[in-house]
């Protein structure tokens, strides 16, 4: 029975991928299904999907079948849940059995390395509880690493999975030997603690810890790795989950509560105040602000109507709304919100884990090295096992040890100082991004600005009191739950005491009344005044287009027959956000100010902020579009933003920086995440990475460097056990103290 496949436009599918244990093996199934006539696939290793185009004349099971050819599993997944439906399943198994199997490995290996590395400890038949202990974390705790070498010799490939399978085969497979047939197995044998130069016929020598070792060390980094992935996909999860769970549908006059997912289109539901809105839907009855700013970036709420649009999963901030179902289930503007994350993640670039570029070209002639040596010794007719003692000491000692270590022990250091200064990296992959980032494009609402409403000035009219206008306006304000309302509100209680209000009304979509010390207060838009026929002087209006032309949103207040004054609330700029945009150009980027808000309003903004290039009023599609036509120019983008709006366009650009202040769903979306809400915070993350990426580079560079220096003392037989335990011990020792010193990073003063 063929399973009906996820199309995402005609002709289009994903695949869950399984089986890939690195970025090659993303590349190398992508190769393989590219070669396919009429097929173009892009393969992600971090979210283990593909996304591939075909043509008529190929079938999903055609594309499988590739896929499993090549020796991984490919599988049609389920279509995604919609809001409030029954939440995903966390693919949590294949964390648990990594870390079971790297537990049962360590526990294993650590009396090996000490029977192996202290003399004193070797008793009588020491070598026989050591091949014991070792056996299963080879075969075990190595298996991943054996599997994922065969698949690469089938194809013609080597990485750093098959530098880690000969390596410790052979490691394992000469101490067999040695304690079988050679000399290795006799009680009393030891390992004395000699550093010296000798050459030997190996039948005495065994490398079980070596082979122990540097499983349970590549091992601790695949999990470690494994954990920073396991989040790959939560970002839509967490974005589906955003939606209402339960509705309260019209039926004649009843409210009934019904789940989410059991509307239909045409149904009338009633949306109360701070409730969030079922689905999206058109309003019957009511008006109210509603709260927006997670789809449209706008600061300010919008004010809706009978016959306005309204979108599912944002906020109702005011009135009670009856609104009609126009759009359900992957139909509505959340679930396409949802796919955008999902396609920006999938199709961006795999990037290439520098391990396994160096291991293509370091196996290959370790391999030729280790043949060349056995051949030379065959030839000068110094015996079989001489030769062959040769050979596998230059395959053991190749095993990379600290190679294992090299990125993940510098991660653990950097992820934990950057923890500490409120900056999380969420994984290897996101560092070569740092480096190559040339443009930084900026969210304002929540990232360069506060995210609230402000009271940023009070403007009486001639012969007012400042004082008594805001004490007066505050007081009636403090009766709504308006966000301009709150922040006037919040403004005026900074300064005093305010009186009660008596008579408090909302007038739909224009402002409030009531009475404050006796006197008939009108607060809102000048037609309001006006209506109530209060005179409102040329300068109150020229105050208030004055402040609307500075982004501002101005609000009139007047009693007694006559306008008081002008009272202007805005989303403040953060007090850092200057000086981070100046520490941001200092690293090489040009900054870029993107936002659903109005062109006043942002390119206000951008004058306080000393930024030149001004991208406003966009969608959150039209966000992804932005990023991609940056990186169409050539340029490497990285997107630092808050809300559910960004979240996709946090996934598409190379590097993707959320604040931590914002939604779950921009958090998951990004690679780095910016505990602190402040810009500063991703300078800190930017030169962090940074420096992270430098200090991988210098531990790659010299796990190999103490490796390839060890070599030609293996293939000219001179190897013995303490030399290749110290070549591994050292080089690990080296890489982790290289790493620790990322604990000195210093933030930007």
């Known amino acids: 029975m063929t399973t009906k496949p996820l199309l995402m436009a005609p002709n289009q599918i994903e695949l869950a991928i399984g089986g890939m244990t690195c970025a090659s093996c993303a590349a190398r199934i992508e190769k393989k299904l590219n070669r396919m006539d009429g097929v173009t696939a892009t393969v992600n290793y971090a979210t283990e999907k593909a996304t591939v185009r ?23 997944p389920p279509p995604p849940t919609p809001a409030g439906g029954a939440p995903v399943a966390e693919p949590v198994d294949e964390l648990r059995v990594l870390r079971t199997r790297l537990w049962v490995s360590a526990v294993l290996t650590v009396p090996v390395i000490a029977l192996a590395m202290v003399p004193a400890w070797q008793f009588d038949f020491w070598q026989w509880l050591s091949l014991t202990l070792a056996a299963p974390v080879v075969a075990y705790g190595g298996l991943p690493f054996h599997r994922a070498a065969w698949i690469n010799l089938r194809h013609g490939a080597a990485t750093m999975d098959t530098l880690i399978s000969v390596g410790t085969l052979a490691a394992f497979g000469w101490s067999v030997w040695a304690l079988f047939l050679g000399t290795a197995g006799t009680p009393g044998m030891t390992h004395p603690f000699s550093l010296a130069i000798n050459r030997t016929d190996g039948t005495g020598n065994i490398y079980l810890e070596a082979a122990a070792g540097v499983t349970v060390f590549i091992l601790a980094g695949r999990y470690f790795e494994a954990r920073a992935k396991r989040t790959a996909g939560a970002a839509l999860r967490a974005l589906l989950e955003l939606g209402a769970k339960e509705v309260a549908v019209l039926r004649g006059d009843t409210e009934t509560r019904i789940p989410v997912d059991q509307l239909v289109v045409g149904d009338r539901f009633v949306v109360r105040p701070g409730e969030k809105i079922a689905t999206d839907g058109v309003v019957d009855e009511g008006t109210s ?112 040890c600290a190679l294992g270590l090299a990125t993940p022990t510098a991660l653990l250091v950097g992820t934990g100082r950057g923890a500490q200064l409120g900056v999380l990296i969420k994984g290897p992959e996101v560092l070569e991004s740092t480096k190559q980032v040339d443009t930084v494009v900026l969210d304002k609402t929540g990232t360069v600005t506060t995210g609230r409403m402000t009271l940023v000035d009070v403007v009486p009219a001639t ?29 005026a209680a900074e300064a005093g005491t305010l009186p009660p209000v008596a008579g408090f009304a909302n007038a739909e979509g224009l402002g409030v009344s009531g009475t404050v010390e006796g006197r008939e207060l009108l607060i809102g838009r000048s037609r309001l005044l006006r209506e109530h026929g209060l005179d409102v002087p040329e300068e109150v209006e020229r105050a208030a287009a004055t402040a609307e032309a500075e982004g501002r949103t101005a609000v009139l207040a007047g009693w007694d027959g006559r306008a008081r004054g002008v009272l202007a609330v805005a989303d403040v700029v953060r007090p850092t956000s200057r000086a981070a945009i100046v520490r941001l150009r200092a690293l090489g980027l040009t ?35 932005v990023v ?43 690679d780095l995440t910016l505990v602190r809400g402040d810009l500063m915070a991703a300078v800190d993350a930017i030169r962090l990475a940074r420096r992270t990426l430098g200090i991988i580079k210098g531990n790659l560079f010299w796990a190999f460097a103490y490796n390839v220096g060890a070599l030609p003392l293996a293939a000219a037989g001179l190897l013995n056990p303490m030399i290749a335990g110290a070549a591994m011990a050292f080089s690990s020792v080296f890489v982790v103290a290289n790493s620790l010193r990322l604990r000195s990073f210093r933030t930007v003063a």
């Open 54 to 76: 075909y043509a008529d004349e190929v079938s999903p099971d055609d594309l499988i079948a590739t896929v499993e050819k090549t020796g991984y599993t490919a599988a049609l």
């Open 289 to 400: 602000a509603v709260d927006a700013s997670m789809l449209t970036g706008e600061s300010v709420p919008v004010e809706v109507g009978p016959g306005d649009s309204v979108v599912g999963a944002t906020v109702n901030a005011g009135g009670r709304l009856v609104v009609t179902a126009t759009r359900i289930g992957g139909d509505t503007q959340l679930a396409q919100m949802a796919r955008l994350v999902e396609q920006a993640q999938t199709g961006k670039a795999a990037v290439q884990r520098l391990a396994d570029r160096i291991s293509g070209v370091f196996v290959p002639i370790v391999i030729a090295l280790a043949v060349g040596t056995l051949g030379w010794w065959l030839g000068s007719g110094s015996g079989a096992t001489a030769a062959f003692t040769a050979a596998v000491s230059v395959l053991i000692i190749a095993c990379p």
């Open 463 to 491: 012969g007012e009191d400042r004082a008594e206008l805001l004490r007066l306006a505050g007081a009636l304000e403090s009766a709504s739950e308006h966000p301009i309302a709150r922040a006037i509100a919040a403004g």
């Open 591 to 625: 900054p870029v100010l993107l936002t659903g808000d109005n062109t006043t309003v942002a390119r206000a903004v951008a004058a306080e902020l000393g930024i030149d290039e001004v991208v406003a009023e966009v969608l959150p599609a039209d966000k992804v579009d």
């Open 628 to 670: 991609r036509r940056l990186q169409g120019e050539g340029r490497t983008v990285a997107m630092v933003g808050d809300g559910v709006n960004d979240a996709a366009a946090l996934a598409q650009a190379d590097l993707g920086l959320a604040m931590g202040s914002g939604t779950d769903v921009a958090i998951e979306a990004s």
